[in-house]
């Protein structure tokens, strides 16, 4: 898939953009708060209907207007598609896929994008709520079931932790918890499941990625580290039957940890099994990326992760998704510059940098060039056809 | 509110108190009052104060009533093995209105939410442990809603009817009659298919 054009209206620092773009490299160059990262924030918008950066809506409308709008073109193989997003200050944003008003779900699978960003080393180094938010993402995106069981599964357990904490006051029985018990315990067996399968598709497309980036000096694996155990082998049930198998397994597995963890979960008035403590372990040749890792493996494994998730979603959905690198190359040596660029699969990659000289110049030779400056593409230069 | 009459203010705020009225429909429905036949207002009225007077709980299964039993306890023709649990009366209005269940019913009065204070002792449950225990039922039929707090209060059930030898089933969720399988959300499908039956 890719971009074939962009429209930007009172959006951040853009009064009125409008750009026509190839497949291939753009290469978006320009001095420190130009707006190249406003342009690509464009583009997520466009494609999920919100920002990764910020959750209102009146900070991306442009200082001292009332209305943003984002519109863009995106191509696939069979098709495009028009999106447009209008941006009120006041919070409202209004979603149109090819010129009817949808809900925000609507735009999920219309037009794939992966974000590598410089603040996912942060993925790496952070604590293990940042991978969990990583995989809750991805998943829901693919699979409508996902996200049903990740609401279920948090209410149920909302609804567990104020009867632990009703018990602590000795406001209840500890038969109310069973009910709770058991919802959570059925919901996150689904949710382990989802997040094991995906997992073990995401470790050999990662470990692909961070060879090529990084010459495959050492080895880069994940792996699931769900907080209750599950069947081992780690592979994923191959069947239906073996799946329903795997999720009653585990079903009682959870059940049994919430049992077992029950004074323990009176005392502190929380649930401290289950899902929402799970855990991807990220290593390089064994050894935990987080605690061993230099800043610049750190930095090569968070774009051999993002690389990683861009296969997986392009074997789930059957479309390579458009990538978005910014400022993601300033961090790396020249050698994993290019490897950046030899693994990126896909129809186009928009990458933004301070220095075009930052890009390898065979890469650049090929690329479309836009210069920014002061919320205006001063130039599309250089471009090569 | 300072243009208007004390007594039709006084109205409007009544009304604004109703489900789903704002401050704009209240203020349409008290005019529309205000200009109503004297003997609507007073048909209004006294239909609103009967309401209150007549209608009580069903002292067996919890219905609304405005006799000594509710219409289904007092049907001589129903099926006595047969016990229907819902959440609330209107959950029982909407099962009669599909008839298709030959029993009887037991209102809880609620779902299990411990985040709204409601726990098992807020609910109906003793009373319809002493109806089953009574001998006389043989199936009993979970019909709470598919909500994270229904499931869990259909388990809790599930779990207090076993050891008193009743059958006790759920309600299926799936697909909605009439409905095309590509029109449908991914997880009504996901769960249609969790549910599948034998054919």
Known sequence: MHLSRLELREFRNYERL?????????????????GKTNL?????????????????????????????????????????????????????????????????????????IVLFSASDIELLRGEPSGRRRLLDRELSSIRGSYYYHVVRYRRAIEQRNKVLKDLRERRTTEAALAPWDSAASRHGARLMLDRSDFTAALAPEAERAHTVVTGGRRSLTLAYRPSVAIPT??????????????????????????????????????????????????????????????????????????????????????????????DVLSELDERHRRGVFAACDAEQVM?????????????????????????????????PR | MRAYPRSLARLIEELEKLPGVGPKTAQRLALHLLHASAEDAAALAEAIQDVKQSIRECPVCFNYTDADLCPVCSDPHRDEATLCVVGEARDLLAMERAGGLRGRYHVLGGLLSPMDGIGPES????????????????????ATNPTVEGDATAMYLAAQLRPLGVRVTRIALGLPVGGDLDYADDV????????RTEM
């Open chain 1, 351 to 383: 990458v933004t940098c301070c220095d075009q000289q930052d890009i390898p110049p065979d890469v650049l030779a090929g690329a479309t060039v836009l210069a920014v400056e002061d919320g205006r593409v001063i130039s599309d230069c250089d471009r």
């Open chain 1, 18 to 34: 409008a750009l026509e773009l190839p497949a291939g490299v753009v290469a978006v160059h320009g001095p420190n708060g130009a």
């Open chain 2, 188 to 195: 009504t499908i996901a769960r249609a298919l969790e549910g």
């Open chain 1, 233 to 326: 082998g780690q592979s994923a049930p191959a069947d239906e039957k073996e799946a329903a198998g795997w999720v009653e397994q585990v079903t009682e597995s959870l059940a049994a940890a919430l049992k077992e963890r029950r004074r323990v979960d009176m005392q502190l008035g929380t649930t401290t099994a289950g899902p929402h403590r799970d855990d991807i372990e990220v290593a390089l040749d064994g050894q935990s990326v987080r605690a061993y890792a230099s800043q610049g493996e750190q930095r090569s494994c968070a774009v051999a992760l993002r690389m990683g998730l861009t296969a997986v979603v392009r074997a789930m959905t059957g479309e390579a998704p458009l990538l978005l690198l910014d």
């Open chain 1, 40 to 112: 690509l924030e464009g583009i997520c918008v466009a494609a999920a209907g919100d920002s990764p950066r910020s959750r209102t809506t009146d900070e991306l409308v442009r200082h001292r207007s009332q209305y943003g709008f984002v519109r863009a073109d995106f191509v696939t193989a069979e098709r495009g598609t028009r999106v447009e997003i209008g941006l009120a200050e006041s919070g409202r944003r209004q979603i149109k896929i090819d010129g009817v008003l949808r809900r925000r779900a609507d735009l999920i699978g219309v037009a794939p």
């Open chain 2, 123 to 142: 609910l109906r449950i003793s009373e319809l442990l002493a109806r089953v225990r009574e001998g006389k039922i043989r199936e009993v039929v979970l």
